[in-house]
């Protein structure tokens, strides 16, 4: 069974940063493209980016690029989201996603509030 659980949210002031983690289970990161999406406060879900299979590409979202990159790393299984130069506008939950064999699955999502 396919599961994400993401971690590594929480408060943090504007133009800091923060590391995401997305732990996978049930299926092998490196066998999927990737997303990272988010949901701010009363607002409809918003994607950030997509890394491709073989971690060869990556699409950002115009409101992310040149602040956000992700990473993988096979042998733990995991995805992460590095976030700098945060911004208020980044408050959000934010979720990873991965679609297996034609289904989408999602973690829970983890908080983040940039805020001073």
């Known amino acids: 069974e396919v599961h994400l659980v993401e971690s590594g949210g929480g408060l943090v002031q504007p133009g800091g940063s923060l590391r995401l983690s997305c732990a996978a289970s049930g299926f092998t990161v490196s066998s999927s493209s990737m997303s990272w999406v988010r949901q701010a406060p009363g607002k409809g879900l918003e994607w950030v980016l997509t890394?491709?299979?073989?971690?060869?590409?990556?699409a950002y979202a115009d409101s992310v690029k040149g602040r956000f990159t992700t990473s993988r790393d096979n042998a733990k299984n995991a995805l992460y989201l590095q976030m700098n130069s945060l911004k208020p506008e980044d408050t959000a939950v934010y979720y990873c996603?991965?679609?297996?064999?034609?289904?989408?699955?999602w973690g829970q999502g983890t908080q983040v509030t940039v805020s001073s």
């Open positions: 890394i491709n299979k073989g971690s060869t590409f990556t």
């Open positions: 996603a991965a679609t297996v064999l034609g289904r989408d699955y």
